[in-house]
């Protein structure tokens, strides 16, 4: 099932924040967010296991909330370099391995 | 080696064409998935092969047959496309197949069937 993503599109200016949410109906095993620049692959920023645990990478952090089945992505003092499609993806188990549905995605402009 | 390898990067087939799609990583990730991404659409899950042995289809048209010859090669036969199966496709591995892990992905085969 695919989780549901919001906002679907935010502008920022350098050095502003945003959050970026996250949420599904169906019990999860763990959170991932990946960032995507136009014409390139996604790219893997982290991940958040079941446990209500917050993880960081540089100015980008996350939370999980098990209870609500909500992730949310926190981005700081935005850079240009930020831009691109945040995708956040659950990840359930499905027949035999585990499979990973990423939502509809947040598309991110800083400008300067 | 950190990376996943697809060729080609770009494609182009008619209707009636045979081609290949090409993954390798060697990183000794267990976990090896093929996904189609429409531009401004995420990713979708078309298969998941654990351990070389495919486990997940995700009711994937056979016209595309997707092939684990070792642990570090997928390959994604295609035939007779349509075509609205112009897409980029993204092949992606993970060290587990139990989850837990994140994804690396390909930059991806960019086909346009005509």
């Known amino acids: 099932q695919q989780p549901v993503q919001s906002p679907q599109a935010v502008i920022l200016r350098e050095g502003e924040d945003a959050v970026i949410n996250c949420s599904s109906s169906?019990?999860?095993?763990?959170v991932h967010w990946y960032r995507q620049k136009h014409g390139e692959a996604p790219v893997f920023l982290m991940i958040l296991l079941k446990g209500g645990e917050q993880k960081g990478h540089e100015k980008i952090s996350a939370s999980f909330n098990e209870k609500k089945q909500q992730s949310s992505l926190y981005l700081t003092a935005s850079q240009l370099s930020y831009s691109g499609t945040y995708f956040c993806g659950t990840e359930n188990s499905g027949a035999g391995s585990y499979q990973l549905t990423f939502g509809k995605g947040t598309k991110l402009s800083v400008i300067p | 080696d950190t990376e996943v390898t697809q060729t080609p990067k770009h494609l182009v087939m008619g209707m009636t064409n045979k081609k290949s799609l090409k993954c390798e990583q060697h990183?000794?990730?267990?976990?090896m998935y093929w996904y189609k991404q429409k531009a401004k659409k995420p990713p979708e899950l078309m298969f998941v092969y654990s351990y070389e042995k495919l486990s997940i289809n995700e009711s994937v048209p056979s016209r595309f047959s997707p092939e684990c010859p070792n642990s570090s090669l997928l390959n994604l036969h295609l035939h007779a496309l349509q075509p609205e199966d112009s897409a980029l496709y993204l092949c992606?591995?993970?060290?587990?197949?139990?989850?837990?892990?994140?994804?690396?992905f390909g930059s991806g085969t960019r086909l346009t069937v005509v």
């Open positions: 169906k019990a999860l095993y763990s």
């Open positions: 990183m000794g990730h267990r976990a």
């Open positions: 992606a591995s993970s060290p587990d197949p139990d989850g837990g892990y994140g994804y690396t």
